[in-house]
């Protein structure tokens, strides 16, 4: 069965979490395409019927196992790649959560190579998704300030 998300008809919509533990956040490594190799959060596509929060919620849990409070937004990227014809190959829009972690110790899937909870400070030294950083920061202000402050 072909993936619908290569060479797509339209954007997909993915979630991702920068999950909060004792000052530190979950920072994971892809294991495989498109960001093979790349540390980001842990997340993944919006099932049809799904809330946002239903969808960070779940994918935290299949990827990890761990349990989340999702706090609010922490801020959005778009990834689109195109191939050498400079055909559209992936779009996604990733709307990226701050949240609370609740339980659980990283138990990773076959789509992740790594897990580790890092200080912000730490994640300039690896080779990252785009604006992670900036991401991992709104996050921990939501997380301190709460849901309903900026």
């Known amino acids: 069965m072909a993936d619908s998300r290569i060479y ?6 993915a979630v991702s979490a920068a999950i909060i533990r004792d000052g ?6 892809r294991a495989r395409s498109p960001a093979a190799g790349l540390f980001t959060l842990p997340g993944g ?6 809330t946002l929060e239903e969808a960070i919620t779940r994918e935290v849990l299949e990827e990890t196992a761990l349990s989340i409070e999702p706090v609010g937004l922490a801020g959005h990227r ?14 996604f829009v990733i709307l990226s ?4 972690w609740l339980a659980g110790e990283p138990q990773l899937n ?4 790594a897990a580790q909870w890092l ?27 709460g849901p309903d402050r900026p």
Do not use: M, N, S, Y
């Open 24 to 29: 530190r956040v979950l920072v994971v490594q």
């Open 119 to 145: 200080h912000p400070a730490d994640i300039a030294g690896l080779e990252t998704t785009a604006g992670l950083d900036e991401i991992v920061a709104e996050a921990f202000r939501r997380v301190e300030c």
């Open 45 to 50: 596509v919006v099932e049809c019927g799904e």
């Open 78 to 91: 778009e990834v689109i790649a195109c191939d050498a014809e400079k055909r559209v190959e992936r779009h």
């Open 110 to 113: 076959e789509e992740l190579a």
């Open 8 to 13: 797509p008809d339209r954007p997909f919509l």
């Open 97 to 100: 959560f701050a949240a609370r």
